[in-house]
């Protein structure tokens, strides 16, 4: 039986001409040349070839000449061997800026796997409306992934507008502020499996009990420079360690920008090839509070990382990694308060099947109970989550994905017990969502996907990505979902 899903006309689609200014570096050999040679111009040439960048991409973003002299200060070592310190002006620094400055399309290749949360800004709102904040997967050059984010809002007829996004997207500034505790550190390597003879021994004991990043970060450096005969396995120990330490960061967005000029661009070398699938929940906390979580994965191209982020405002986020031996692979799933004193977490640490585990520490999640295991032909090869529980008069309804054959993604539906989510008390023998014959093809085809999901106006409102291409939204009446949910009841 097809459920009766009513897909929306909105439809969030990639912009190429969505830019953010990166730093460029090849190399410091090259680098070098280059400066050298941009020190031969006349400073006439140098004024009017600079008026002429600043003209032409002023409008691109905001504070060009900002983030100019913010590259030029990461190449002021160079300049400053290359011109034996001798001062320059303000023109040349801005042009040698400018040479070591790209711009990068985030959504050149796609934008999706949308999560959904309800703003914290309701005000100038019609009755029947809801504000909602969506944050989406953006891949472009190089299939780098990093997180963007729309807000709209749900109608009373429950369409969806989307606002156009703003155009002149920046990067937050990064503060450093985390305090690390060696026992703690030390800890975490014995999880993750890094060697700790070698660790202890080179590292740690070079470190206070208390310090920061910037104080590891220096005896690593120290370290390799050291000892430019490390093994293989000895530097990979020493990017363990830099991961671990990169992994906790703070970042804040300037006030003066849209929420959808805001992206959270891989901070870090140890992330650099992404920031994946980005699940948002609205958290309430035991004061009543509301933090906004996330967890995502952070991949380098060779390992991956669960992380969390937390924001109150989305301006200020902070990032943690994940810990315990069951904060691995992907699929990870806050739910949105504490049950029974603790937090608890849909996770997929095989790889195939749904587990659910509960933790008193938000960071640390080592126990772990399988919730489902693959059961219908449309999700036999493997399943998960589509985003945080939604809580129910019912029980917690859970989003699901399934891959079946020709590795085609659907969405399903679970219905957990309240008290103890734990026990499936319903679950849907058919698919939820499949992909229509105009949303199988896409940057990875014959794909429906989605991290999250809202409840307005009696309706379950889905957005979600079609082939890994674009994104839109579906929904269905929920008191209709939940009675196929309680009338299948466990498998």
């Not at 023109?91 to 949360?117: C, D, H, Q």
């Not at 191209?301 to 031996?325: A, H, Q, R, W």
């Not at 799933?333 to 603790?342: C, D």
Request: hydrophobic share 40%; with cysteine.
């Amino acid at each position: 039986m097809i459920l009766p899903v009513e897909r929306k006309n909105t439809v969030i689609a990639p912009d190429n001409r969505r830019v953010i200014a990166r730093f460029f570096y090849n190399g410091d050999e090259r680098a070098k040349k280059l400066i050298q040679n941009i020190m031969l111009l006349p400073e006439k040439e140098v004024e009017q070839l600079t008026h002429q960048i600043l003209r032409e991409f002023s409008k691109r973003h905001r504070s060009i000449t900002g983030i100019f002299n913010r590259h030029f200060r990461k190449v002021g070592h160079i300049v400053g061997k290359v011109n034996n310190g001798q001062p320059l002006s303000e023109w040349r620094k801005l042009l040698i800026g400018s040479y070591f400055t790209m711009e990068y399309a985030l959504e050149s290749a796609a934008l999706f796997n949308p999560s959904v949360v309800e703003d914290f800004d309701q005000s100038g709102l019609r009755k029947g409306q809801k504000r909602i904040i969506i944050s989406l997967r953006a891949t472009g050059e190089g299939h780098i992934s990093s997180l963007v984010f729309r807000r709209a809002v749900i109608n009373e007829d429950n369409s969806i507008t989307v606002p156009e996004p703003g155009d002149q997207i920046g990067e937050a500034e990064r503060i450093k502020n985390h305090i690390y505790q060696k026992k703690e550190f030390l800890r975490v390597f014995k999880e993750m499996d890094i060697d700790m003879a070698f660790s202890e021994s080179m590292i740690m004991e070079k470190l206070p009990d208390r310090f920061t990043y910037d104080q590891i970060r220096e005896v690593l450096d120290n370290i390799r420079r050291q000892n430019p005969n490390f093994t293989f396995e000895q530097n990979r120990v020493i990017d363990e360690i830099l991961w671990l330490a990169d992994s906790h960061t703070e970042i804040r967005f300037s006030l003066d920008t849209d929420l959808s000029e805001r992206v959270i661009f891989p901070i870090s070398r140890f992330e650099k090839n992404g920031i994946e699938d980005a699940r948002f929940t609205q958290f309430v906390n035991c004061k009543g509070e509301v933090i906004y979580y996330a967890t995502y994965t952070a991949y380098d191209g060779y390992s991956i990382l669960p992380k969390l982020i937390e924001t109150k405002d989305f301006l200020t986020f902070k990032m943690f990694p994940l810990t315990g031996k069951n904060a691995i692979d992907k699929n990870l799933v806050l739910f949105p308060r504490k049950i029974n004193n603790k937090y608890a977490m849909i996770s997929r640490i095989d790889g195939m099947n749904n587990y659910i585990m509960f933790s008193d520490n938000l960071y640390k999640w080592s126990d772990a109970q399988i919730l489902s295991e693959p059961a219908h032909s449309w999700e036999l090869v493997q399943m998960g989550n589509g985003g945080p529980p939604i809580e129910t008069d019912k029980g917690w309804l859970l989003i699901t994905h399934g891959v079946g054959p020709v590795r085609k993604y659907c969405l399903g539906a679970y219905l957990l017990d309240l008290n103890d989510p734990s026990k499936v008390i319903g679950r849907l023998n058919e698919p939820l969502l499949l992909p229509d014959e105009n949303e199988r093809s896409g940057y990875v085809p014959n794909v429906v996907y989605t991290c999250g999901a809202v409840v307005h106006n009696g309706e379950l409102i889905i957005p979600y990505a079609m082939s890994d291409y674009a994104s839109s939204f579906a929904g269905i009446k929920l008191n209709y979902l939940l009675e196929e949910l309680l009338k299948n009841g466990r498998l």
